[in-house]
């Protein structure tokens, strides 16, 4: 083993040999991480797949969750309400077949005096006001199922709300809590979660369109590792040649 070492120094492959085997460490390392992401996603989507198709549950129970583990995102969940129309707020968005439009949260009265901010769906540029679709205004007491969605902080490039032009543009629950009249003394705080619609049964004229929640997430974590393992082939490969090459030079004649 020392005749080994004795040979790549006088080969001047000390430096190399420690440079390449500090990056192959690295690429595995790397790779080796990717595929536990992939398992960590698998496993994600497996729960959101296996909640939102579940039997919808009470509000009480997710609320009795939330008090708990907080562990609620994408639970099925059962509401029952009236809906208060004139204070319904819209958060700029792209449909994939209809372009550009608007998700319209829609505050719910429970019986029980507790509001819940309902992601009623889609609506194109066109439709924004809601006199244009009157007939999707559904009155007095309504029964609808949907999804739990927690609130998210505003991301880097997101532009700020404009709530005094009713312009959302990310789910600002704070924001439009803050801007939709307050509930009547004494009453219970609101949810402290959103709930997009399911798209069934469909609103009448067919919007806001429901059912726009995203069920699937990027999973290319395989091709990561792959990709970081297919450098680590690639980085011995470049160093064999190369020291094969030194070694051969440095072979007394």
Request: aromatic letters at 10%; zero cysteines.
């Amino acid at each position: 083993m020392s005749a080994f070492f004795t040979r790549l120094r006088q080969a001047r492959l000390a430096g190399a040999t420690l440079a390449a085997l500090t990056g192959l460490a690295v690429l595995i390392g790397l790779g080796t991480w990717q595929m536990s992401r992939k398992a960590w996603k698998e496993g994600l989507l497996h729960q959101i797949a296996e909640r939102a198709h579940a039997e919808p549950m009470p509000l009480a129970e997710v609320l009795r969750r939330w008090q708990g583990s907080g562990d609620v995102e994408y639970l099925h969940v059962r509401l029952t309400g009236r809906f208060r129309h004139d204070e319904e707020r819209h958060v700029f968005t792209t449909d994939d077949k209809l372009g550009p439009g608007f998700h319209v949260y829609t505050p719910l009265e429970t019986p029980q005096g507790r509001m819940v901010l309902v992601n009623r769906g889609f609506v194109p540029a066109d439709l924004k006001e809601a006199a244009r679709r009157a007939a999707g205004q559904a009155s007095g007491e309504v029964t609808l199922t949907g999804l739990v969605r927690k609130p998210g902080p505003r991301t880097w490039f997101t532009p700020p709300s404009e709530p005094q032009r009713n312009m959302f543009y990310w789910p600002d629950y704070a924001g439009m809590l803050k801007s939709i009249a307050g509930s009547a003394p004494g009453a219970a705080p609101p949810v402290p979660f959103f709930v997009d619609a399911d798209a069934g049964p469909a609103n009448p004229g067919g919007f806001p369109k429901g059912g726009v929640t995203r069920l699937t997430l990027p999973n290319r974590h395989l091709e990561y590792a792959l990709t970081w393992y297919g450098l680590a082939l690639t980085l011995m490969g470049v160093y064999a040649v190369f020291a094969a090459g030194r070694l051969r030079a440095e072979r007394p004649m």
